[in-house]
């Protein structure tokens, strides 16, 4: 682990990322060494940074920092993290802050390799997401949400939680991004009051553009994921993960275009 570019695990207790999730953060897929999607998961996080007022460090020292972390690996997820750094007591954003850089190259998750084959089995979950323009879309460190949807199940085969706004809308997976196939078309939640814009949801959006596919941002309700063709899940880490059960309702895990699979996976540096 590398904190500011040392090599140390302990950070202050006054540090505003500790406190009060001020800061932001970027779950990077090792892959021969490489990091995979650097360039985008750096402009999310210079948009965070933008968004939030917290400084965003040289992307060149970045880059080294986490060349240095990720060494030899061949596989493996690199996490970054970065907080507004030390302040005084209270909510109040330091005049003059000093973010805090912290990076941990882990082994790669150990999913079963059939659930990018056969597709995973999915199920909703009660934990609503909060409603909140001001931080949507963004990777911030207030996870709790999140923590809380995935502690509602403990059953291994299950690999996602799918969860709703408070106002009944479908955003996102616990950890990953929702796209659906419906009458040829390709459509995603869209994020302007809450959840996470995923970097391999965007790399997805793009694609299938390339590919000629249609697809658009729109609001979706748990009904509209009943009548789907197929639905499909993307993070940084695992690519794309076709469906192949939603709260015990079977779905097509074939329903997701093989084209689309195979570009995503070269661009995003899979192979």
Known sequence: MLIDGERRELISARDRG????????????????????????????????????????????????????????????????????????????????????????????????????????????????????????????????????????????????????????VVEGTMSNLFVMTAGRLVTPELSQCGVAGVMRALVIDTARTLGLSVSRVTLRPADLERADGLFMTNALVGIWPVRELQGRAMDPTAVPGPLLDAVREQAGFD
């Open 18 to 169: 500790l406190q009060y999730g001020d800061g932001l953060f970027e779950t990077i897929a090792v892959r021969r060494q490489h990091t995979c999607l650097w360039p985008r998961h750096m402009a999310r996080l210079e948009d965070g940074c933008h968004r939030l007022g917290i400084p965003m460090p040289d992307p060149e020292r970045l880059a080294a920092e986490a060349a240095t972390e990720v060494g030899d690996a061949t596989q493996g997820a690199l996490k970054l993290i970065l907080t507004r750094g030390r302040g005084p007591r209270g909510y109040r954003v330091p005049e003059s802050a000093v973010p805090m850089r912290v990076l941990e190259c882990s082994p790669a998750p150990d999913f079963p390799i059939a659930w990018w084959s056969s597709g995973i089995r999915l199920r909703w979950c009660s934990t609503r997401l909060s409603i909140n323009p001001q931080t949507a879309g963004l990777k911030h460190l207030n996870r709790l949400e999140q923590v809380l949807a995935r502690s509602e199940w403990r059953d291994p085969a299950i690999a996602e939680g799918l969860m709703l706004d408070t106002q009944g809308r």
